[in-house]
């Protein structure tokens, strides 16, 4: 276990593009956001924090985490990049001297404790600002961001998440392969077709 990393599981959207609470859907067993909190557990990482904000209540009612990791941000209609600074701000409130945060998405089921654990690894091997995921020629989350960009996130704001910020550190990045890994669920059928997938 790294104390020194803690996870943050970024479910704060209201899913616009399907009518059920997408971090309720049934997945495995568990909810969607239940199953990736669980994976995100079971990872070498120190603690792991969920942020909400739509349907914050009705969600927090049914996830496992303790409430004192759960942050709810008021302004989560201000996009994914506001949710992520209002999380890592929340973070660094809890546990000021963290090295680094990783950065996972709700609505990625996939993703499991070993792909995190080598975002992790290649981080402490490297010492590079960010340890990212590959997948479609993009660099995305899940992704590992070193306390020296933590100022630059804590200010990020608008829809594209920490994709400006990927973007600009391109030469203190490392990534991983994360194909098999990596499914956004945005709409219904996108859900169905992936647990049909996963058997």
């Not at 302004?75 to 963290?98: E, M, T």
């Amino acid at each position: 276990m790294n104390k020194d990393i803690a996870i943050l599981i970024m479910a704060a959207g209201a899913s616009t593009r399907m009518e059920p609470v997408k971090q309720l859907l049934a997945w495995k067993g568990n909810t969607m956001l239940e199953h990736v909190y669980q994976r995100c557990r079971a990872s070498r990482a120190g603690q792991t924090y969920i942020v909400l904000g739509a349907y914050a209540e009705k969600i927090k009612g049914n996830c496992t985490a303790p409430s004192a990791d759960i942050f709810i941000n008021p302004n989560w209609r201000k996009g994914l990049g506001n949710s992520i600074a209002f999380g890592v701000n929340s973070v660094l409130g809890v546990q000021p001297g963290l090295k680094g945060i990783l950065i996972v998405l709700g609505d990625q089921p996939r993703v499991n404790a070993d792909h995190l654990d080598k975002l992790i690894s290649l981080w402490e091997m490297k010492g590079v600002a960010v340890a990212a995921t590959q997948y479609r020629e993009k660099t995305g989350v899940p992704a590992l961001f070193d306390r020296k960009l933590f100022d630059e996130i804590r200010v990020l704001d608008g829809p594209r998440g920490a994709q400006p910020l990927l973007s600009n550190t391109l030469k203190d990045i490392e990534t991983i392969d994360g194909r098999e890994y990596i499914a956004d669920i945005d709409t219904l059928e996108d859900y169905e077709r992936l647990r049909k997938e996963q058997g």
